[in-house]
């Protein structure tokens, strides 16, 4: 167990929907880093935000956003989402923004049908 | 641009014998490399990682690697495998003191047969 927590587990929805993924970071730890796990892409970084503020930005669609809120915890907002959305959802944290070890929550795996 | 491949998308090796997943990094700057496992329908957990110092790497269940700058290469190995070690295994580098988002290799699955 990371002791980074991932809500849901599983989400199933249908194409133009909008959905939320949320993330409980490690106690502690100030940064928070979403990734996307898919068959074609592989492991792909998606942002990345300390203490509130966005750090970092990887290949990110606009049609998805993600804040960290006061109590650290980050949600990712996926939206208007397509069929190629479908894939697992990572959450990583770490203590500050230089190069901690990165600890991965369980993942949440959207469908879109 | 960093980047980071594997050789080898599947691996299979018998159980006691040496494990060996190839890695080899792009990076303009010095690196810092990590193997990550991915058991079936879990999330990464870290084996191991390089950042600076002495270029052989012990991680945990007995695996280890080597930072190789002339060969640009990190690739993980464990003297004998365990039916345990099963899973997926990434490679991945970032920048030594600069962006701190990991890039990942495709991965490679390791199976151990009995």
């Known amino acids: 167990d990371s002791g980074v927590t991932q809500t849901p587990k599983h989400l199933i929805t249908a194409t133009g929907q909008r959905v939320t993924l949320r993330c409980s970071p490690r106690s502690g730890d100030l940064s928070v880093y979403w990734y996307q796990q898919s068959l074609d892409q592989g492991l792909q970084f998606l942002i990345q935000?300390?203490?509130?503020?966005?750090?970092a930005k990887g290949n990110i669609l606009e049609r998805f956003s993600a804040q960290q809120f006061p109590d650290l915890h980050s949600e990712l907002n996926l939206s208007s989402l397509e069929l190629g959305d479908s894939a697992l959802y990572f959450c990583?944290?770490?203590?500050?923004?230089?190069?901690?070890?990165?600890?991965f929550g369980p993942g949440t795996r959207l469908l879109v049908l | 641009a960093q980047s980071v491949t594997q050789l080898g998308s599947h691996v299979s090796v018998s159980e006691g014998a040496l494990v060996l997943l190839r890695c080899n990094y792009s990076s303009s700057v010095p690196p810092y490399l990590f193997w990550y496992v991915q058991y079936p329908n879990q999330g990464l957990q870290l084996l191991l990682k390089?950042?600076?110092?002495?270029?052989l790497v012990k991680g945990i269940n007995g695996f280890e690697a080597e930072f190789k700058k002339s060969e640009t290469s990190f690739h993980l190995t464990k003297p004998s495998a365990h039916m345990s070690d099963a899973a997926e295994y990434f490679c991945a580098v970032s920048d030594q003191g600069g962006s701190e988002k990991l890039v990942f290799g495709k991965g490679t699955k390791l199976t151990v047969n009995p």
């Open positions: 990583a944290s770490s203590v500050e923004v230089s190069q901690e070890t990165q600890y």
């Open positions: 935000y300390y203490n509130g503020e966005e750090r």
């Open positions: 390089y950042t600076t110092g002495a270029t």
